[in-house]
């Protein structure tokens, strides 16, 4: 489990994990203790607290995989920053969004080689559960990435 979760961020680590269903939930954070603030791009290890995102990952054998990834929240300490509090940000995932970039891209790539109703059938049944909207908003963001 631990080297699937690394192959994410190498600084992340696994909490605990648990079968609900067909999910598998994972509990997972970062080790590292300090976060960049993304309007002065000072570093702070100063934490306010800490909250749960729930993000989509890509499936294991037959379980469809939910990390719960334990967020930071920093203070800002520069005094000149229009920013008091940001929350850690994560490489593997777009601001945002809900669900990992290999998630997304391996939706993308379903989607692409096969119709629509196929690919749904394939991304529900063996990915992630998701609606039709969310499948032609990332293949509406790819196209215009493509540009
Ligand atoms: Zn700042």
Not at 34 to 49: A, D, E, L, V, W
Not at 56 to 61: M, N
């Amino acid at each position: 489990m631990e080297e699937i979760i690394k192959k994410l961020d190498k600084n992340l680590r696994v909490i605990g994990y648990r079968y609900e269903g067909d999910n598998l939930i994972i509990d997972i954070e970062s080790t590292t203790n300090t976060g960049i603030c993304p309007s002065c791009f000072k570093q702070s290890s100063r934490i306010h607290s800490r909250y749960i995102r729930q993000i989509k990952d890509l499936p294991i054998q037959e379980y469809k995989v939910i990390l719960n990834l334990k967020t930071k929240i920093f203070f800002c300490k520069n005094k000149e920053c229009k920013v008091k509090k940001f929350s850690e940000q994560f490489d593997f995932i777009e601001t945002h969004s809900r669900m990992t970039k290999r998630l997304e891209s391996q939706i993308i790539k379903t989607s692409k080689s096969m119709s629509a109703r196929a690919s749904k059938e394939v991304i529900n049944n063996g990915l992630v559960k998701i609606s039709d909207d969310t499948i032609l908003r990332l293949l509406k963001k790819n196209n215009n990435k493509n540009k």
